[in-house]
């Protein structure tokens, strides 16, 4: 009986134990099934609860390099830069590539930068590399508010065979002396001013003039002294020069009036300019200066005056238009204006 008793006590004991572990073993798995985890990886569990971390790089991984940039990149933005020097430096190195179309796009843009340095800079490497379909805006350019804008243009022009700017050199020349019809006509007397000012002439560089008067000898320390002592005759010499081969009227008069200019620099490039018009009628004009008081002059004018009378030995270049410029007509015995 007694033992009997103990029996029933044990297995309800053990039943009660039995069934507090299983509920305490189901309570475990329901909630390590609601976290995603097997009840056997607490730790996992705990780890993945945390929020992740950034890993930092390491430091033998290849850092990220940008993309370079093409040479065509490069250039178009030092053409656009803020910085004036580096869009003139810009503008100098496309001139070396030669007449690309890109190339001159870019160019003909700083033709209206706001700098007029710039713009003299365009206008002048344009003529350089013959880019002769940026001549339509070389001719924009003619009215620039800036004499030294119009001188390149005008000069780059001419050096492409095109006359447009013809009237800004015989502006130039004539200085303060009355400016002539054709000036009028060509609608250059609202600029007339910004011409005779010797300041605003002498953009002109005197290593420029003096060379391409002289050629090699031009360097030498007198023609340099004689041209810084009048800052306007640089220009003056090489506008007589670049007209030599013009056979308009107004050129001849104003080459006529610059052989008794009060400069001898300039006196001696009209006589050379003369020379090379072609004109046999000129060499009246040039005799008066065989008796010049400065031996260049006097070299200029007697070398003009036997390749107008006997005709200068022409290049091959030369030969090919020989017959044209020889049938030019004479100007009259007294030539097409005395000066006064």
């Known amino acids: 009986m007694i033992l009997e008793t103990f029996h ?22 329901t909630l390590h099934a609601a976290a995603g985890q097997s009840p056997s990886a607490p ?39 803020h910085n004036s020097q580096h869009r003139a430096e810009a503008v100098a190195a496309l001139g070396t590539i030669g007449p690309n179309r890109r190339v001159v796009t870019l160019i003909e843009k700083a033709l209206e930068d706001k700098d007029s340095s710039i713009r003299q800079l ?16 070389l001719r924009k350019a003619l009215s620039d508010d800036s004499p030294e804008v119009c001188f390149a243009a005008a ?40 011409f005779q000012d010797p300041k605003k002439l002498a953009f002109i560089g005197a290593k420029e003039a003096a060379s391409s008067l002289f ?48 400069n001898w620099i300039v006196r001696a490039a009209a006589a050379q300019a003369l020379g090379a018009s072609r004109h046999r009628d000129q060499v009246q004009f040039l005799r008066p200066l065989l008796d010049d ?31 044209k410029l020889d049938a030019r007509p004479a100007l009259g015995p007294k030539g097409p204006r005395t000066s006064e």
């Not at 004018?301 to 017959?323: F, H, Q, Y």
């Open 8 to 29: 029933q006590t044990s297995t309800i004991g053990l039943r009660s134990s039995l069934r507090a572990s299983l509920a305490t073993a189901l309570l475990s798995i």
């Open 43 to 81: 730790d996992k569990f705990e780890q993945n609860a945390a929020p992740p971390t950034a890993t930092a790089p390491s430091a033998d991984a290849p850092a990220t390099k940008p993309i370079p940039l093409t040479p065509w990149q490069v250039l178009t933005a030092g053409a656009s830069t």
């Open 122 to 137: 365009a206008a002048r490497t344009l003529g350089e590399i013959q880019a002769r379909s940026a001549i339509p805006k």
């Open 155 to 194: 000069k780059s022009l001419w050096s492409m065979g095109d006359r447009s700017g013809r009237d800004v050199f015989i502006q130039i020349l004539s200085g303060e002396r009355s400016s002539s019809e054709g000036l009028v006509k060509g609608g250059l007397e609202s600029t007339k001013k910004q």
């Open 215 to 262: 050629g090699p000898a031009g360097w030498g320390i007198k023609v340099m002294e004689e041209i810084s002592h009048d800052r306007s005759s640089s220009a003056r010499a090489m506008s007589a020069i670049l007209l030599g081969g013009d056979a308009t009227l107004d050129a001849l008069h104003e080459l006529q009036d610059a052989l008794t200019d009060k």
């Open 293 to 323: 008081d400065k031996p260049a002059v006097r070299y200029m004018a007697a070398a003009s005056i036997l390749r107008l009378s006997s005709g200068e030995v022409r290049t091959r270049g030369e030969k090919a238009t020989a017959l």
